[in-house]
Each structure stands twice: as C-alpha cells, then as structure tokens.
C-alpha cells in the first residue's frame, strides 16, 4: 500500500504568503475587550457599594445611639444590592411619653434620612409617626391631669 494524497489535503496546507494580520491580534484584542469590560463592571460595583453606603450611613447617622451597625447585601456576582441599619424603636413608657416621643421623632427622622427612602424606609417612618401621636395624646392627658408639674 502506497501513499494517497487526496485532493481534500492539498486544499489543506499552510498558505505560502500567511495574511497581514498574525494570529495574535484577534487573541489581544479580545483581551483588551474583556480588560475593559472588567474595568467597568469593577466601576459599577463600586459606585453601587458607594450608592448604599451612603444611604445606610445617613440612617445610621440620624439614629444615634437608637442604629446600629450597617449591613450591605451582595448579589453572588458581589455587586452590592441592598443593606440596613437596626434602629431600636423603644416601647412607649405611659410615665414619660415625652422621652417617646422624642426617640420615636428620631427613628422617624432616621427612617427618612436619606434623600431617597425606600418602601421598607416609609414603613419604619409611617410606624414612628404613629407612635408619635401615641405619645403626644399620653402627653396631652399627663397635662390635664397636673397641669404645674407638665409646664415643669
């Protein structure tokens, strides 16, 4: 048995005079390409930290000594995509509704802190407000009932 050569392979040798462009390119453009795509998802994740951040930390800022510590969310991409501040909401004390509700105006305005609250933010807010007006009437009856020792 002898050597064959089919037409097939002789279509299938290197070319003599190779193309302008060397193999390469294409690879390191792609490279390039996906250098830039990394940048600029690595910007968005960091502006969208920043974004959270900045509202979580003017919640936390507003509460005092009522927030505590800040948690970011992280989607498994690890863009953030969420966070929080526990604020303790303190029980209405019916022998002091004025303490109430001064830390029932400070959750509130905590709650509302941020420049762009979100649903979860107006609900906290919508509960301090209510919790509010429990006071001011607990204050209102303390009045009527010794009106010298509430002016004092």
């Not at 089919?6 to 005079?17: D, E, G």
Request: neutral net charge.
């Amino acid at each position: 048995m002898g050597l064959s050569i089919s037409p097939q392979s002789l279509w299938a040798r290197p070319a003599l005079n190779p193309p302008a462009q060397s193999p390469s390119q294409p690879a390191a453009e792609s490279v390039k390409a996906k250098a830039e795509e990394r940048a600029a998802f690595d910007q968005f994740k960091a502006q969208r930290y920043a974004e959270i951040l900045s509202h979580e930390q003017a919640h936390q800022s507003a509460a005092g000594s009522l927030g505590g510590g800040i948690h970011i969310d992280f989607d498994s991409n690890g863009v953030a995509v969420g966070g929080h501040v526990p604020i303790k909401i303190p029980p209405l004390d019916p022998n002091n509704p004025e303490t109430s509700y001064q830390s029932y105006s400070q959750v509130r305005n905590a709650a509302l802190a941020p420049g762009d609250p979100s649903g979860q933010d107006c609900a906290v807010a919508s509960k301090a407000q209510a919790l509010m007006g429990q006071a001011q009437v607990l204050m209102a009856r303390k009045k009527q009932k010794n009106p010298k020792e509430a002016e004092s």
